[in-house]
């Protein structure tokens, strides 16, 4: 069965602290793995990863993968409070539909 | 990406009733796809909706309890049957987006809480 296992599920950081979020994976005939943020109700996209060891980056947001290990993490440097999100990770399944991980709720405090 | 509607934003129902979610979207697209999102939840996928071909639900969702129409390529709609207080969830639809990928643009979503 495809899942998608998020750690930590919360974290609580200061601002100006660097995180990292990890999602492992286990899915047959794996394609992509992506990431969102959700903030109230609809997620949006962040990254979209398909080749190991390839970093993708946006502004302080960068993530990379690891499909000899089966996982990505998720780095934000210089957090702010604005990041305060939940950051789900989901793999593409077998029929094309996403599965998602629990998420990681990530506090930013002032 | 797509620009995607859905209507209502909320809304706040008796058990036994149905409501009927709406999902437009800026651009033709040949998938769009369905979630739900219980209190403290991931997604769940509930069912991914074709024009011109009945939709097709995971394991677990049924057509009776979420009959889905998709009408044309801009367009699609769920319906919550027959509510229960279980049922209260976010409701989110979905798109491809443009090209060869699989990246999902999701809708701002549908408040639903059930008493």
């Known amino acids: 069965e495809d899942k998608v296992v998020q750690s930590p599920l919360s974290l609580v950081v200061h601002e100006g602290d660097t995180v990292t979020l990890n999602c492992s994976y286990e899915?047959?005939?794996?394609?992509?793995l992506l990431w969102y943020k959700q903030e109230k109700k609809a997620p949006t996209f962040l990254f979209m990863l398909t080749s190991s060891g390839i970093e993708k980056k946006s502004g302080r947001l960068s993530s990379i993968l690891d499909k000899k290990e089966l996982f990505s993490i998720l780095n934000i440097t210089a957090t702010q409070t604005g990041d305060s999100a939940v950051y789900l990770c989901a793999v593409v399944g077998s029929q094309g539909n996403l599965i998602f991980g629990k998420g990681t709720k990530l506090s930013v405090k002032p | 990406s797509a620009v995607i509607s859905q209507k209502p934003s909320r809304d706040i129902c008796q058990r036994g009733t149905s409501l009927t979610i709406q999902c437009q979207v800026d651009s033709q697209v040949t998938m769009m796809f369905w979630y739900r999102q219980q209190p403290g939840q991931s997604l769940t996928l509930i069912a991914t909706?074709?024009?011109?071909?009945?939709?097709?639900?995971e394991s677990g969702f049924v057509i009776d309890k979420f009959p889905i129409s998709r009408p044309n390529l801009t367009f699609s709609t769920l319906t919550v049957s027959n509510m229960s207080p279980e049922d209260s969830s976010i409701y989110l639809c979905?798109?491809?987006?443009?090209?060869?990928?699989?990246?999902?643009?999701f809708g701002p979503g549908t408040r639903l809480t059930v008493l």
């Open positions: 899915v047959t005939n794996f394609r992509s």
């Open positions: 909706a074709n024009q011109g071909s009945e939709a097709t639900y």
């Open positions: 979905s798109v491809l987006g443009q090209g060869i990928t699989d990246t999902q643009y």
